[in-house]
Protein backbone atom coordinates (compact mmCIF):
# COMPACT_ATOMS: atom_id res chain seq x y z
CA UNK A 1 0.00 0.00 0.00
CA UNK A 2 1.67 3.48 -0.59
CA UNK A 3 2.56 5.63 2.33
CA UNK A 4 -0.31 8.35 2.92
CA UNK A 5 0.78 12.08 3.16
CA UNK A 6 -1.36 14.94 4.48
CA UNK A 7 -0.13 18.04 2.86
CA UNK A 8 -1.39 20.12 5.57
CA UNK A 9 0.51 22.22 8.67
CA UNK A 10 -3.16 21.94 10.41
CA UNK A 11 -2.71 20.23 14.02
CA UNK A 12 -6.23 19.42 14.04
CA UNK A 13 -6.39 17.43 11.03
CA UNK A 14 -2.98 15.93 12.08
CA UNK A 15 -5.17 14.95 15.29
CA UNK A 16 -7.96 13.89 13.39
CA UNK A 17 -6.03 11.32 11.30
CA UNK A 18 -4.37 10.09 14.09
CA UNK A 19 -7.51 9.91 16.67
CA UNK A 20 -8.72 7.79 13.31
CA UNK A 21 -5.77 5.27 13.92
CA UNK A 22 -4.65 6.34 10.28
CA UNK A 23 -1.01 6.23 10.03
CA UNK A 24 0.20 8.96 7.50
CA UNK A 25 2.97 11.37 7.24
CA UNK A 26 2.43 15.24 7.23
CA UNK A 27 4.07 17.55 4.65
CA UNK A 28 3.04 20.76 4.97
CA UNK A 29 3.71 22.83 1.77
CA UNK A 30 3.48 26.51 1.02
CA UNK A 31 0.95 28.14 -1.40
CA UNK A 32 -0.15 31.92 -1.57
CA UNK A 33 -3.72 31.31 -0.72
CA UNK A 34 -4.35 35.27 -0.92
CA UNK A 35 -3.45 35.23 -4.30
CA UNK A 36 -5.83 32.24 -5.05
CA UNK A 37 -8.41 33.09 -3.08
CA UNK A 38 -7.98 36.97 -5.20
CA UNK A 39 -7.57 34.89 -8.92
CA UNK A 40 -10.51 32.53 -8.13
CA UNK A 41 -12.94 35.12 -6.48
CA UNK A 42 -12.45 37.72 -9.65
CA UNK A 43 -13.47 34.55 -12.02
CA UNK A 44 -16.70 34.29 -10.18
CA UNK A 45 -15.71 31.28 -8.32
CA UNK A 46 -17.89 30.24 -5.27
CA UNK A 47 -16.64 29.66 -1.94
CA UNK A 48 -16.87 25.75 -2.49
CA UNK A 49 -14.56 26.10 -5.75
CA UNK A 50 -12.33 28.18 -3.66
CA UNK A 51 -11.81 25.32 -0.97
CA UNK A 52 -11.56 23.03 -3.48
CA UNK A 53 -9.10 24.60 -4.92
CA UNK A 54 -7.09 25.38 -2.31
CA UNK A 55 -7.03 21.66 -1.38
CA UNK A 56 -5.74 20.26 -4.78
CA UNK A 57 -3.04 23.27 -5.14
CA UNK A 58 -1.67 21.56 -1.83
CA UNK A 59 -2.05 18.18 -2.64
CA UNK A 60 -0.78 18.43 -6.13
CA UNK A 61 2.62 20.15 -4.31
CA UNK A 62 2.81 17.58 -1.99
CA UNK A 63 2.86 14.98 -4.94
CA UNK A 64 5.48 16.39 -6.72
CA UNK A 65 7.42 15.97 -3.42
CA UNK A 66 6.43 12.58 -2.63
CA UNK A 67 5.28 10.99 -6.29
CA UNK A 68 4.93 7.54 -4.74
CA UNK A 69 2.23 8.40 -2.11
CA UNK A 70 -1.10 8.97 -2.00
CA UNK A 71 -1.17 12.70 -1.31
CA UNK A 72 -4.23 14.59 0.22
CA UNK A 73 -4.92 18.15 0.51
CA UNK A 74 -7.13 19.83 2.47
CA UNK A 75 -8.15 23.62 3.04
CA UNK A 76 -11.05 25.36 4.83
CA UNK A 77 -13.24 28.14 3.91
CA UNK A 78 -15.42 30.68 5.50
CA UNK A 79 -17.69 32.48 3.49
CA UNK A 80 -20.72 34.97 4.57
CA UNK A 81 -22.97 34.62 1.64
CA UNK A 82 -20.26 35.31 -1.52
CA UNK A 83 -18.11 36.77 0.88
CA UNK A 84 -14.89 34.77 1.57
CA UNK A 85 -13.01 35.28 4.73
CA UNK A 86 -9.75 34.17 5.43
CA UNK A 87 -7.39 33.72 8.94
CA UNK A 88 -6.93 37.28 10.36
CA UNK A 89 -4.08 38.59 9.98
CA UNK A 90 -4.04 40.30 13.45
CA UNK A 91 -6.17 40.95 16.48
CA UNK A 92 -7.91 43.73 14.95
CA UNK A 93 -8.76 41.90 12.04
CA UNK A 94 -9.87 39.29 13.82
CA UNK A 95 -12.08 41.60 16.06
CA UNK A 96 -13.74 42.99 12.82
CA UNK A 97 -14.47 39.15 11.56
CA UNK A 98 -15.91 38.54 14.47
CA UNK A 99 -18.31 41.49 14.12
CA UNK A 100 -19.10 41.19 10.72
CA UNK A 101 -20.16 37.41 11.71
CA UNK A 102 -21.94 38.10 14.78
CA UNK A 103 -25.78 37.43 14.74
CA UNK A 104 -25.73 35.76 11.01
CA UNK A 105 -25.10 32.36 9.77
CA UNK A 106 -21.90 31.32 7.99
CA UNK A 107 -20.66 28.68 6.32
CA UNK A 108 -17.56 26.64 6.37
CA UNK A 109 -16.47 24.75 2.72
CA UNK A 110 -13.92 22.22 4.09
CA UNK A 111 -12.03 20.27 1.25
CA UNK A 112 -10.29 17.07 0.73
CA UNK A 113 -8.68 16.36 -2.49
CA UNK A 114 -6.54 12.98 -2.87
CA UNK A 115 -3.68 12.65 -6.00
CA UNK A 116 -2.19 9.38 -6.76
CA UNK A 117 0.00 9.15 -9.49
CA UNK A 118 -0.04 12.52 -10.25
CA UNK A 119 -3.80 12.45 -11.06
CA UNK A 120 -6.46 14.12 -8.42
CA UNK A 121 -8.20 10.42 -7.93
CA UNK A 122 -10.98 11.85 -5.58
CA UNK A 123 -12.20 14.83 -3.79
CA UNK A 124 -14.94 16.35 -1.78
CA UNK A 125 -16.22 19.25 0.06
CA UNK A 126 -17.82 19.07 3.44
CA UNK A 127 -20.21 21.95 4.10
CA UNK A 128 -21.23 23.28 7.75
CA UNK A 129 -23.85 25.96 8.99
CA UNK A 130 -22.53 28.11 11.45
CA UNK A 131 -25.27 30.22 13.33
CA UNK A 132 -23.69 32.73 15.37
CA UNK A 133 -24.84 34.96 18.72
CA UNK A 134 -25.04 38.40 18.73
CA UNK A 135 -21.89 39.86 20.07
CA UNK A 136 -21.35 43.41 21.43
CA UNK A 137 -18.05 44.88 20.88
CA UNK A 138 -17.06 44.00 24.65
CA UNK A 139 -17.93 40.33 24.26
CA UNK A 140 -15.75 40.31 21.39
CA UNK A 141 -12.88 41.80 23.16
CA UNK A 142 -13.31 39.76 26.37
CA UNK A 143 -13.45 36.61 23.97
CA UNK A 144 -9.83 37.81 22.12
CA UNK A 145 -8.53 38.64 25.89
CA UNK A 146 -8.62 34.77 26.38
CA UNK A 147 -8.54 33.53 22.14
CA UNK A 148 -5.90 35.45 20.83
CA UNK A 149 -3.52 34.53 19.15
CA UNK A 150 -4.46 30.68 19.17
CA UNK A 151 -7.26 31.38 16.82
CA UNK A 152 -5.05 33.69 14.51
CA UNK A 153 -4.62 30.49 12.39
CA UNK A 154 -8.22 29.75 11.97
CA UNK A 155 -10.72 31.42 9.92
CA UNK A 156 -13.09 33.51 11.77
CA UNK A 157 -11.09 33.85 14.47
CA UNK A 158 -12.75 30.76 16.32
CA UNK A 159 -12.03 27.59 17.26
CA UNK A 160 -16.11 25.93 17.90
CA UNK A 161 -14.77 22.72 19.13
CA UNK A 162 -13.17 25.15 22.51
CA UNK A 163 -13.28 28.21 24.05
CA UNK A 164 -15.04 29.21 20.83
CA UNK A 165 -18.26 27.34 21.41
CA UNK A 166 -19.88 29.65 23.57
CA UNK A 167 -20.14 32.23 20.47
CA UNK A 168 -22.87 29.91 18.60
CA UNK A 169 -26.05 29.14 18.95
CA UNK A 170 -26.50 26.14 16.32
CA UNK A 171 -24.28 24.22 14.44
CA UNK A 172 -25.48 22.31 11.88
CA UNK A 173 -23.68 19.86 9.14
CA UNK A 174 -20.75 17.47 9.75
CA UNK A 175 -18.67 18.17 12.71
CA UNK A 176 -15.64 17.02 11.07
CA UNK A 177 -15.82 19.72 8.43
CA UNK A 178 -16.08 22.23 10.81
CA UNK A 179 -12.84 20.99 12.17
CA UNK A 180 -11.11 21.06 8.83
CA UNK A 181 -11.30 17.77 7.09
CA UNK A 182 -14.41 15.66 6.06
CA UNK A 183 -13.10 12.87 7.79
CA UNK A 184 -15.68 10.53 6.98
CA UNK A 185 -16.27 11.02 3.10
CA UNK A 186 -12.27 10.07 3.55
CA UNK A 187 -12.19 7.63 5.38
CA UNK A 188 -14.90 5.94 3.06
CA UNK A 189 -12.75 6.32 0.23
CA UNK A 190 -9.71 4.91 1.60
CA UNK A 191 -11.49 1.71 2.48
CA UNK A 192 -12.94 1.20 -0.95
CA UNK A 193 -9.73 1.26 -2.34
CA UNK A 194 -8.23 -1.01 0.27
CA UNK A 195 -5.51 1.66 1.34
CA UNK A 196 -7.32 1.64 4.74
CA UNK A 197 -6.20 -1.10 7.23
Known amino acids: MPDLVL ?18 EALPVRIDEESVRAS ?3 EGAGPRDVADALGEFKALKA ?13 QVLALGRQVFGK ?8 EQLAALAGRTHHLYSSAVLYHEGQPAWRTVGVARMSMHALS ?16 SSVGAYHAE ?4 RLFSRIEGDWFSVLGLPLLELCSFLRLRGWLT
Open 7 to 24: ASASETRRRMLESAGIAF
Open 40 to 42: LEA
Open 63 to 75: QEKRPSAIVVGSD
Open 88 to 95: PPSREAAA
Open 137 to 152: AAEIDAYLDVAWPGVA
Open 162 to 165: AYGA
